[in-house]
């Protein structure tokens, strides 16, 4: 949350959640293993999603974001 506020962004809360495979399906798979709490909560207004495949493996990060 620090990032975020420093960007300029006014988040109330937030929570980065990870994910981590050999393909992207597995990658996406552990963001919801991960999230599967914070997830339906829909007092987090905003999100974002990045895929980094990398040699071998796939990196998966979801953030999101509540005011």
């Not at 495979?21 to 991960?34: F, I, L, Q, S």
């Not at 829909?42 to 974001?65: E, R, S």
């Amino acid at each position: 949350m620090p990032v975020l506020q420093t960007l300029g962004y006014p988040a109330g809360k937030a929570k980065l959640i990870p994910g981590y495979g050999d393909t992207e399906e597995k990658a996406v798979r552990g963001v919801m293993v991960h999230g599967w709490e914070a997830i339906p909560d829909c007092t987090y207004t905003k999100y974002g999603v990045n895929v980094l495949p990398g040699d071998g493996y796939v990196l998966t990060a979801l953030i999101l974001v509540g005011e």
